[in-house]
């Protein structure tokens, strides 16, 4: 069974620039969410996909958006990159939109100078 | 006032002793809890599951009080390795729409 992957593991980004992160979900998984944590906090929720629709967002702007793809793959694009983005950027996968159980991939370390 | 909420500690604690954290929650709507290990720089890991009948993994036991809104996690002959950040997590559907909430963790260090 292979688990949650992520590409990139680290990224440096300029302030107003643009970064697309990628995600590959747990084999049998159709449900992608994604998360930011920034350091010394816990992980904050940005959206859910399932069946390559957004099932549900946190509190963040529409400049973070997403894509899933028919193989339950996952993009976070963030536009207008802002100092305070820079944190790790979490995906998280599970088998159906209705399981809480979710696991995680090792992150995309994003740095915005 | 945050919806998930945990000491950050440090707890220092030696090798073989047994600990105990606490976590709090604010929304009553809340369905699943759970218990994830964070070691330093790396992605959460689930730990367990947490239900009201209280549940045991090993050395591991977490409790549930819906009524207190109040969750804990019991670690018994703590071992080195079990130094890491531990997340307090509450989903509040019975889906994953509205995503986890965690609480910032609690950061435990066993010393030899």
């Known amino acids: 069974e292979t688990g949650v992957t992520q590409s990139p593991t680290h990224l440096i980004k300029t302030r107003g620039q643009q970064v697309t992160l990628r995600c590959s979900s747990q084999?049998?998984?159709?449900?992608v969410s994604w998360y930011q944590q920034a350091l010394g906090q816990g992980p904050q929720f940005i959206f859910q996909y399932y069946r390559e629709e957004e099932n549900g967002r946190g509190n963040f702007p529409p400049r973070f958006s997403g894509l899933q793809f028919p193989n339950y793959s996952s993009e976070l694009n963030v536009n207008a990159l802002e100092l305070d983005d820079s944190a790790l950027y979490l995906c998280?996968?599970?088998?159906?939109?209705?399981?809480?159980?979710?696991?995680f991939g090792p992150g995309t370390r994003l740095t915005v100078t | 006032r945050k919806e998930v909420e945990q000491d950050p500690g440090p707890f220092n604690v030696p090798e073989g002793a047994t600990v105990a954290f606490n976590c709090t929650y604010s929304n009553s709507a809340s369905q699943s809890f759970f218990w994830y290990r964070q070691d330093c720089r790396k992605e959460p890991k689930l730990l367990m599951s947490v239900y009201s009948s209280g549940n045991e993994d090993g050395r591991f036991t977490a409790q549930l009080n819906r009524a207190s809104q109040y969750i804990s996690l019991l670690i018994r002959d703590s071992k080195l390795s079990d130094s890491a950040t531990y997340l307090c997590v509450a989903a509040r559907s019975g889906g994953g729409a509205d995503g986890l909430t965690f609480g910032k963790g609690t950061h435990l260090i066993i010393q030899p």
């Open positions: 998280a996968s599970s088998p159906e939109t209705w399981d809480d159980e979710q696991y």
């Open positions: 084999s049998g998984h159709n449900t």
